[in-house]
């Protein structure tokens, strides 16, 4: 779809009101071009004759329900690649679970929330020109082609290799954690002062390293090392659109959030889990050392339009944090599906079903916002996604007791950096 053109929208419902609804708000989001139609037959000889960029159509229609549609769209190579959002009067697991099943990009449930609408269509369809305040332009091929040297822009720390290649060695032993990390001082110092922070309790100082991880365990003080090496390498100044102490709060909360996910769960490892937590919004750190005036725009042009922030960056870029901290873990050669669940954890509907890991990320991402573990400079967080509850096997009414049974303090979790 050229950029410069209306949005094509076949809209299939019997319903006039929720023609008319959904016509304006879609209008209000963005311009667009909206056809009718208020049977799968006559959609279907629509297809023949034109090709819309989106579908938004009830499950329930005359003499027929939408699998109907989406059966028939996954016969042709050129419909088949036309995202269809389906819309059910209520709440149905099993519906929702065909509709997936058989090619939906979303299910969402009336009456429709146009914040949520508009995620879905900057996710679907980006605008990549757009101005923010005080016309000033983004130049996106100049920050394209930036990004294509990522490993210049974000190269890996030296210790957080080292890590790493201890991480994959499994004759790695904790005298091996504990010579590299004395080789620098200063992370020795940060990685005792969090050792011994409120969040973990001990009432007795831990004066060294290795006392740190007879009493921390192995793999504790290995996460705490990469915190410490990233944080060194990347550290940012203070400043009104990104707060240093507050983004790695919530950058830890949320590895923290998801290790507990993970081992209740049972999806993947612990380690690796935390890593993706750790890493999920180090895209942010890219786009502030390195398009500093172009992220405080979007960071305030997120805030006064009251949108998510992935949302708006992707708009005025083409691009945004979460594909951009994905290139990075590429370029770190982290595990594919470690760099899956960071580029896509704002979008868990952009991957096959084949996607647990992206699930816990996003989920432990809303979990970190829900209870204002640090703060990322998106002053407006994601509602959690219902197809990741879905193959996580949560319902959303029950996510209050699923917090509860994790067993999370968010407030030891807000003290881990003092």
């Known amino acids: 779809m050229n950029h410069s053109e209306r949005l094509k929208v076949l809209l299939i419902t019997g319903s006039t009101v929720f023609k008319s609804e959904t016509c304006l708000m879609l209008q209000r989001i963005r311009p667009c071009e909206i056809e009718h139609k208020d049977s799968v037959h006559k959609s279907l000889r629509y297809f023949i004759q034109y090709k819309p960029d989106l579908v938004i159509a009830d499950w329930q229609l005359e003499s027929h329900t939408a699998s109907d549609l989406l059966q028939a769209m996954r016969t042709n190579d050129d419909w088949k690649r036309i995202p269809v959002l389906i819309t059910l009067d209520e709440s149905d697991r099993d519906l929702t679970e065909q509709a997936l099943t058989l090619g ?19 996710g679907f369809f980006p605008v990549s020109r757009r ?22 822009l974000a190269p890996l720390p030296s210790l957080a290799a080292k890590i790493m290649d201890l991480l994959k060695d499994p004759n790695s032993s904790a005298r091996d954690l504990a010579g590299e990390i004395k080789k620098d001082q200063s992370i020795t110092a940060r990685i005792l002062k969090i050792a011994n922070s409120a969040y973990y309790g001990f009432h007795r100082e831990i004066g060294n390293v290795d006392r740190a991880i007879v ?46 996910l993970s081992k209740r769960l049972n999806d993947l490892s612990p380690r690796d889990a935390f890593v993706m937590g750790l890493l999920h919004d180090f895209g942010k750190v890219v786009l502030n050392q390195h398009f500093r005036e172009e992220f405080h725009h979007m960071i305030k042009t997120a805030e006064d339009q009251q949108r998510p922030l992935h949302e708006v960056c992707r708009e005025l870029t083409g691009t945004d944090h979460a594909e951009i901290g994905g290139m990075v873990a590429e370029s770190w050669k982290l595990p594919l599906p470690l760099v899956r669940a960071i580029r896509y954890h704002h979008r868990p509907e952009s991957v096959d079903k084949d996607g647990r890991e992206i699930d816990v990320a996003h989920l432990a991402n809303f979990f970190c916002h829900r209870y204002k573990i640090g703060e990322s400079g998106n002053s407006v967080a994601d509602e959690p996604n219902y197809l990741s509850l879905l193959r996580l096997g949560i319902k959303e009414d029950q996510l209050d007791e699923f917090w509860q049974s994790l067993k999370m303090d968010p407030m030891h979790l807000r003290d881990i950096l003092e």
């Open 131 to 152: 101005q923010v305040k005080g016309n000033t332009p983004f130049d996106y091929r100049k920050i394209k082609a930036k990004l294509e040297q990522i490993h210049l």
């Open 104 to 122: 939906a990009a979303q299910v969402l449930f009336k009456p429709l929330n146009q914040n949520a609408l508009s995620r879905i269509l900057a």
């Open 215 to 260: 009493v921390l365990g192995f793999d504790e003080i290995m996460n705490i090392a990469q915190v410490v090496c990233l944080m060194e390498a990347f550290d940012t100044e203070d400043d009104s659109a990104l707060n240093r102490k507050e983004f790695w709060g919530h950058s830890l909360g949320t590895a923290h959030i998801a290790r507990a």
